[in-house]
């Protein structure tokens, strides 16, 4: 526990604190227009030794901060994890994130430097924010376009936050771009030549996965992730094992018509996996998922057709790039999506402006920028020369 200037800062080192710790988010952001709470459970995993592999490579601290009132008027919290590396880093560098604060810079300022003489301890020389202590697919980034509804997993808060970090002295290390579009609206004329070209060869095929034979679809989406995306990843290939695991966990949200796997002489090359934003639930449960909470997700499902759609997952096998197979799998989900489901609005989880490549794939379809997230970075060592992101 710690005393400053009118403040004191709580380290969280037992269960009561940890329950304060979500708390205090819920205290902050609670009149913060169109905030939707996380599940309190999706929070506590990430700092959950048990369900968190992270701990494995990694270590982390969290603090609260409340005014000489008694008021909770932040959080933070600062990660080690010797497996986050991004391509052409010159410098040890840490983590910190579930930052929240009032518009008050001194506290904010305490915060940072909290997290950073934290980091600095256990020799980093540079701090990347707010991220998360895990997968970037969650908790990652701060929003600074677009302040709508949040996707499940998805970062939220109030606009001020961005000038609390840019006046510490955080710079955008890469920006996080998401991408909607409106589900009836015709795809770009390109994306029909492209695929009519792909189908004209037997040898490709595209479909939805079979709930009942998951396993298989897991599989498959470890084959094509191990050529795809590892090297945005961890670098370590994921086992099939690890692939169903997710699967697992996705199938009883999981809408299986809008969740492709295009292949070539029956070997898959490429997916696209899509799910039903499941905030549009969640925002009715208050962070809860007890049993009462469970049956009345349940319920909403059955009795609230859900028209917003996700994209989490889009790629193809290095192979296969550029030659149509990506305007094949979407025109062939197409025609089910489009004309056969209840969606209307589709929003794609954010794609890093290092990956060109993925923003020109997305922007193809149609899609505008939505909103954007950024991810920042600061070195410690104030007269270094600072790099954003190297492009991909």
């Known amino acids: 526990m710690k005393q400053t200037a009118g403040m004191e800062l709580i380290l969280v080192d037992n269960p009561q604190k940890a329950k304060l710790f979500i708390e205090v988010h819920a205290i902050i952001n609670k009149h913060t227009t169109n905030w939707i709470r996380p599940l309190d459970k999706d929070i506590e995993q990430v700092f959950d030794p048990k369900k968190n592999k992270t701990f494995r490579s990694g270590e982390l601290a969290r603090w609260i901060l409340k005014d000489n009132n008694g008021n909770y008027i932040g959080r ?136 009942s034979n998951l396993k298989k679809y897991a599989e498959d989406f470890a084959t094509i992730y191990n050529q795809a995306w ?63 909470q469970k049956l009345y997700f349940l319920w909403l499902k059955m009795t609230r057709p859900n028209k917003k759609l996700t994209g989490i997952v889009f790629g193809l096998i290095p192979e296969f790039q550029g030659k149509g197979v990506d305007s094949f799998m979407i025109m062939e989900g197409a025609k089910i999506i489009q004309h056969e489901l209840p969606y209307t609005d589709y929003e794609m989880q954010w794609i890093g402006d290092f990956n060109p490549k993925m923003v020109n794939v997305a922007a193809s379809l149609g899609g505008f920028v939505s909103r954007k997230l950024t991810t920042y970075r600061y070195l410690f060592d104030r007269t270094k020369e600072f790099h954003r992101h190297p492009t991909v």
Not at 113 to 126: F, I, Q, S
Not at 155 to 179: A, D, I, R, S, V
Not at 187 to 200: G, L, N, Q, S
Request: some cysteine; aromatic content about 16%; glycine content about 8%.
């Open 76 to 211: 933070i919290a600062a990660f080690v994890n010797k497996k986050y590396k991004t391509v052409g880093d010159e410098q040890p560098t840490g983590g910190c994130g579930f930052f929240d604060c009032i518009d008050n810079q001194e506290a904010a300022n305490l915060l940072f430097d909290t997290a950073k003489n934290w980091l600095a301890e256990r020799g980093m020389e540079a701090m990347d924010g707010p991220i998360n202590f895990g997968e970037r697919d969650n908790w990652w980034g701060l929003v600074v376009e677009g302040f709508h509804e949040p996707l499940y997993g998805m970062n939220f808060n109030p606009p001020y936050y961005q000038k609390l970090l840019e006046t510490y002295g955080f710079q955008p290390f890469f920006h996080q771009l998401c991408f909607s579009l409106n589900v009836r609206d015709r795809v770009m004329e390109k994306h029909y030549t492209r695929h009519d070209a792909i189908a004209k060869d037997p040898a490709y095929s595209a479909r939805y996965i079979d709930k």
């Open 230 to 292: 590892k090297q945005h990843g961890s670098g370590k290939d994921m086992a099939p094992a690890q692939a169903y695991l997710i699967f697992k966990k996705m199938k009883m949200v999981m809408d299986p018509k809008v969740v492709w796997f295009v292949y070539h002489n029956d070997v898959p090359i490429g997916c696209w996996l899509n799910l039903p934003e499941l905030n549009q639930y969640f925002k009715h449960l208050n962070g809860k998922f007890g049993l009462f």
